[in-house]
């Protein structure tokens, strides 16, 4: 069965960085784009970043272009979320998640399997 795990959240001070990791099993992870979604308290859960099964590929939502880098390293099954310049306006509970098929898109009902999630916390 496909699992997800996330790694790596924390507390950070605006301003600081964070690296994500999403460890993935059960899956031929090559073949699959995936995604970084996260959800705050009162919060519907929303996009952040995604990712083409090669790595060629990268979709970011408006909020964090420019800060956030995903990648991915096949040989590892693992997905990557640096997150440089953070913000009060970033903390949440942040969850990786496969596509179902095809290229990465913001919609969330286009993805099945999700991660238990991983809390960002950044302090003003």
């Known amino acids: 069965q496909v699992q997800l795990v996330e790694s790596g959240g924390g507390l950070v001070q605006a301003g600081g960085s964070l690296r994500l990791s999403c460890a993935a099993s059960?899956?031929?992870?090559?073949?699959?784009?995936m995604g970084w979604f996260r959800q705050a308290p009162g919060k519907e859960r929303e996009f952040v970043a995604a990712?083409?099964?090669?790595?060629?590929?990268?979709l970011y939502a408006d909020s964090v272009k420019g800060r956030f880098t995903v990648s991915r390293d096949n040989a590892k099954n693992t997905m990557y979320l640096q997150m440089n310049s953070l913000k009060p306006e970033d903390t949440a509970v942040y969850y990786c998640?496969?596509?179902?098929?095809?290229?990465?898109?913001?919609?969330?009902?286009?993805?099945?399997?999700w991660g238990q999630g991983t809390q960002v916390t950044v302090s003003s």
């Open positions: 998640t496969r596509r179902k098929e095809g290229w990465p898109t913001t919609m969330r009902y286009e993805y099945d399997y």
């Open positions: 059960g899956l031929t992870f090559s073949y699959y784009a």
């Open positions: 990712i083409s099964g090669s790595g060629g590929n990268t």
